[in-house]
Structures are given as C-alpha cells and as structure tokens.
C-alpha cells in the first residue's frame, strides 16, 4: 500500500506564506481547495494514465492504450499525432514547418534545435534562449543543460518574479547551475556564487542557516563578477522549529545537485513527459541503483533546501514525500 499524495492537490507547507497567522484573504493560505487527508491505496491501482515507456501488463494501464511485450507503445516516427503523449519514447509531436503543417512524431531536439517547451528537446536539454537577440526575437532552441562556462553570455527570461528562482532557472545554462541578469532587460550570464551572507554573519557555510522569524530578512547570494552583485532571496522557515535556512544551497551544495541529475539525465530513455518523473527512471532510466537515489535525493534536497535541513527532518520527509527514493519505489 502507498500513500497517493502525487498528484500535489493537497495543502502543503509554502515558505513563501510563512509571514501569514491570519489573514481574510483565502491567497495568504496554503489550505484553500486542497485536500488535508489522504488514503492508502494499492500500488496497482496507481498504474494508470502510463506514459509510453512505462512497464505494464495490460493495455489499461497506458495513454495509449497498447502494451506491448510489457512496456506502453505509441506512435513511431514520422506517424501521425496530435500530442507528445501520442509518440513513443524519445520522440516528440512536432508540427512541419511548411504547408500544411501537418504533427508527426520526430525525434527530440539535441543542442541548437529550435523549439516550443523542453519537452521538445532531449532530456539532457531544456528550451531556453541561446542568444539575447533570441529571447527578443521569441526564439527558443534546445541548450544542453550546465554546459556553459562563467561569464557566458545568452538569453534571459523571468518566469516567476522571485530572484533566485529566476537565476537558477536561466543558471541550468550554465555548468555552474546559476545566471544573473547582467543587463536588466534581456542579457543572462552564467555566473558562480562566491560566498553567502545572512544576518547571522558573512561567510555563511552550509547548510546557511538565517533568521526566519525576522519580516524581510534576506539571504544574499554574492557572485563572481566585476561588480561584486548578489542576488536576494527571503530567509525561509525550517520544519522544526529552528531558526531557519536560505532558500538553495551554495555553489557546492549545488553543483552536488548537478552531478548526479546530470547522471540521470544522460541516462534516461524515458518517455519525453516522463523526463522528472522519478518512478519512470525506474524503468526507463538509471532503474534500481545508488546513482539514481543519488539524483532523487539531490533532487528533493535542491528543490526543498530551506525546509529539509537536519538528517532528522530529512529522513522523517523521504518517509511520507511522493518524490522520496523511498516513496517512489513502493509501486514496484
């Protein structure tokens, strides 16, 4: 039996409301049209909506409707489809670029090709903007992920508004996982973060512990640049209690992360939908192995730094956390 907490409709901790006790707006709290209780269910019944790729045993249990020889199968290249979820693994729906545009499934994009999302391109790259002049002319192409060295110029592009969530989106460009925006308009540049100053000193070491309780407290993340700049991100609170911690880790903590998600990457052969999913790269990608818990737990610290600090805190999450290698293994 597993606890069926993956499809994230459920209240979670957010530090980024961590300031609100009361409030009379429903957007200050994370419990609005959220699900408080969640229910055992066989691991069988979860094996449903299969992206191809995914073992199975009956055709059920796939998009796709077809199992075969115990894996979902799909559309082959060059075949029509109207989606990524119709195509088999390591191909993706693309439309031609001349009259009539018709979709078939292609082969995913490598480095330099031109596309919409990242699902276009091959796991070992996202869709970003190569050049500044790209990201003003609306042009994504596939970039291979940390393969740029510092001070490399390329396109930036704010998704979510938060600083260091931005840096380290634009930073997967870049070998050292962060960007800054050098320009102010459409310039990223990879860039290495030198040292981490809080309020409770300069020179701060991991895990970069802060003051969570203090309103506006930020930790600043100092970069490697000529102009001595830093990026700011809020101080967030832990889940014991304790003062608090920086929302990422260092510049070791995350080219750590790097090193083994760049394992996975290289070797997954999942679905293109499947490429974060981490109970497909069970089947399709590094299977059963210390290199894959590596990456998933990575993954998850990276991802949840400020709030899975402690072993205790962290060991007590990978018991109950749908992405935890523990977790993710319980349907196998």
Same mark, same amino acid.
């Given at each position: ?8 409709? &459920?209240?979670?901790?957010? +530090? ?19 699900? +408080? ?7 069988? *019944?979860?094996?449903?909506?299969? @992206?191809?790729?995914?073992? =199975? ?8 409707? $077809?199992?075969?020889? #115990? ?7 060059g075949e029509s489809c109207m989606s990524h979820e119709d195509c088999d693994v390591e191909l993706a729906c693309k439309a031609q670029v001349t009259w009539p545009f018709a979709s078939t499934c292609q082969r995913l994009g490598l480095h330099g ?8 391109? $091959? ?7 190569? &050049?500044?002049?790209?990201?003003? *002319? ?11 060295? +510092? ?9 979510? #508004?938060?600083?260091?969530?931005? *840096? ?13 925006? $050098?320009? /102010? ?12 100053? +809080?309020?409770?000193? %300069? ?9 969570? %309780?203090?309103?506006? @407290?930020? =930790?600043? &993340? ?27 880790? /260092? ?5 750590? !992360?790097?090193? &083994? ?40 610290? !990276? ?10 805190? !962290? ?10 290698? %523990? @977790? ?5």
């Amino acid at each position: 039996m597993v606890c069926n907490l993956d499809d994230y409709n &459920y209240a979670w901790y957010d +530090t980024k409301k961590q300031d609100y006790l009361a409030s009379t707006k429903q957007v200050d709290s994370v419990m609005p049209f959220r699900y +408080t209780q969640a229910e055992c269910v066989s691991a069988e *019944a979860r094996r449903q909506n299969l @992206n191809n790729g995914r073992m =199975c045993r009956q055709d059920y249990e796939c998009k796709s409707k $077809s199992c075969q020889s #115990g894996y979902c199968r799909g559309q082959q290249m060059g075949e029509s489809c109207m989606s990524h979820e119709d195509c088999d693994v390591e191909l993706a729906c693309k439309a031609q670029v001349t009259w009539p545009f018709a979709s078939t499934c292609q082969r995913l994009g490598l480095h330099g090709d031109p596309c919409s999302t990242d699902y276009d391109c $091959s796991p070992r790259a996202f869709c970003w903007y190569k &050049y500044p002049t790209d990201k003003e *002319a609306g042009l994504k192409r596939c970039l291979n992920k940390y393969s740029q060295e +510092t001070g490399t110029n390329f396109g930036w592009s704010s998704l979510t #508004g938060n600083e260091l969530d931005d *840096a380290v989106h634009n930073g997967q460009f870049c070998k050292t996982g962060w960007a800054w925006n $050098s320009d /102010g308009a459409v310039t990223a540049q990879c860039a290495k973060v030198t040292s981490l100053v +809080t309020d409770l000193g %300069t020179e701060m070491k991991s895990p970069y512990e802060c003051t969570a %309780t203090m309103v506006n @407290n930020y =930790c600043q &993340y100092f970069l490697d640049n000529s102009n001595n700049n830093y990026l700011s991100g809020q101080c967030e609170c832990a889940l014991d209690n304790y003062a608090g911690f920086c929302r990422y880790p /260092g510049q070791e903590g995350t080219l750590n !992360f790097i090193r &083994y998600v760049t394992v996975m990457n290289e070797n997954n052969h999942c679905h293109t939908l499947d490429r974060d999913n981490m109970k497909a790269q069970l089947e399709c990608g590094l299977k059963e192995s210390e290199a894959l818990k590596n990456a998933v737990q990575w993954k998850m610290r !990276f991802e949840n730094w400020s709030s899975m600090n402690g072993e205790y805190i !962290f060991n007590c999450i990978e018991q109950f956390h749908p992405d935890s290698y %523990t @977790n993710i293994k319980l349907g196998y």
